[in-house]
């Protein structure tokens, strides 16, 4: 029986470095699984206010709203999309923003928005298309780095690398641009 001394030191020994190399963080263990954290907060049909000083800046309307707390990156998400409205300092709607799907990382401040997305100054009708937006709250800057067309009253500009611009689409500037300029003639 002494030849097979050996064999139970080593199966021993590999059975006590496996068993302290486990962890039990659970988002190690779902992300090798392959399965996600089920959200904390679900709603359907959810109106979602941001307010500053008794104020409202933004509302978001959206179908489904899924929140993700007790993670390494809390989010929020729209997985149906939302509609996203900016109001002025008089509560007059200033911009809107649509999406066919919506995050908010809680902890960055940072939306990220996919799909069709649509924003559209309705002070002066300025309408920016893109697919992915990106928005700042806390620098209160909307980019993005893919495709991006503004269309105004009179013109239409192309920013084939995207776009940079304040949250309530003024001053903004196309990456890679191109467009269409319609010049009036003076009499």
């Not at 909307?142 to 689409?169: A, M, W």
Request: proline share 3%.
């Amino acid at each position: 029986m002494k030849h097979f001394q050996p064999y139970y030191t080593w199966l021993a020994a590999f059975l006590l470095w496996w068993m302290t190399g486990c962890e039990n963080d659970i988002e190690k263990v779902n992300m090798l699984t392959g399965d996600s954290l089920p959200p904390r907060v679900v709603g359907t049909n959810v109106e979602v206010l941001f307010s500053d000083s008794a104020r409202v800046k933004v509302q978001i309307q959206a179908p489904e709203f899924r929140q993700y707390t007790g993670i390494e990156r809390p989010y929020l998400e729209f997985p149906e999309g939302a509609e996203i409205y900016f109001y002025d300092d008089s509560l007059r709607i200033e911009s809107r923003l649509r999406a066919d799907y919506a995050v908010y990382y809680n902890e960055e401040k940072l939306w990220q928005a996919t799909g069709n997305v649509e924003a559209v100054r309705l002070t002066n009708g300025d309408q920016l298309n893109t697919e992915e937006l990106f928005w700042d709250e806390e620098k209160e800057l909307i980019y993005s780095n893919t495709f991006t067309r503004i269309h105004n009253q009179d013109d239409t500009f192309y920013g084939k690398n995207g776009f940079e611009s304040h949250q309530n689409l003024n001053n903004w500037q196309l990456k890679g641009s191109s467009g269409t300029v319609n010049l009036r003639d003076e009499e």
